[in-house]
């Protein structure tokens, strides 16, 4: 009986000592890439639309996907800001 009390006591000290990831930690990863997003697949808003999903054209300029920190300025067509739809 004392071998499960451990086990139950550790499992629960291991999990209350795990800390989930902040979103401002995971900002810090990514960065929001204008102009390089398929139709319909775009992260959040545009400037005519606030829901994720909403881009009506590829590479839509207002439209922007999270990709890795460092990566937007590597893509084709890829911008830290928003263009005109």
């Known amino acids: ?3 499960a009390a ?4 550790t ?5 209350l000592s ?12 990514t960065e929001k890439c204008y102009g390089v997003s ?3 697949k775009n992260d959040c808003q545009t400037a005519t639309s606030s829901c ?8 839509q300029a207002d ?3 999270a990709v890795p920190a460092g990566t937007c300025a590597k893509l084709f067509g ?5 263009g005109k739809a």
């Open 18 to 29: 795990l800390q989930p990831l902040t979103a401002s930690a995971q900002d810090a990863k």
């Open 63 to 65: 439209a922007w996907i």
């Open 38 to 40: 398929k139709a319909g």
């Open 1 to 3: 009986m004392k071998t």
């Open 52 to 59: 994720a999903g909403s881009a009506k054209k590829d590479k």
């Open 6 to 9: 451990i086990l139950a006591a």
């Open 11 to 15: 499992a629960i000290a291991a999990a």
């Open 78 to 82: 890829g911008s830290m800001t928003a």
